[in-house]
């Protein structure tokens, strides 16, 4: 775990700070590495960046970089920027399950098995 995150953490919001931990547990029982980059925790497989949560004044994005491929799985994913990426935009905790965090978080490590490093392959 990330220092950088741990002070992330602590500077959020309770509601903000209950979604990062079950990110956080999530990602880290799924076996990716935490990092803190671009101003926010992220979290990686061996074969590249996965997920990312951010949190702004009333809502946090849970981004994914494969998140474009991954929108039969959530609906709620909304794809914008490069790498593929999608968010989901949450205003409380609970509208995420941690099964679904996994769920999400494990289809985005497989396709970066499958297709490399979302941030060096090409669109």
Partial sequence: MSDKVDAYLAALPDWQAAALRMVRAEAQAAGLSEDFKWGHPMWSSADGAVC??????????????????????????????????????????????AGQIRGLIEAGAALNTQHGDPMKAKA
């Fill in 52 to 97: 990312l949560l951010k949190g702004f004044k009333t809502h946090m994005n849970l981004g994914f970089w494969r998140g474009a491929q991954m929108t039969a799985l959530d609906a709620r994913l909304t794809p914008s920027g490069g790498f593929q990426m999608a968010t989901i935009k949450l205003t409380d905790p609970v509208e995420l399950t």
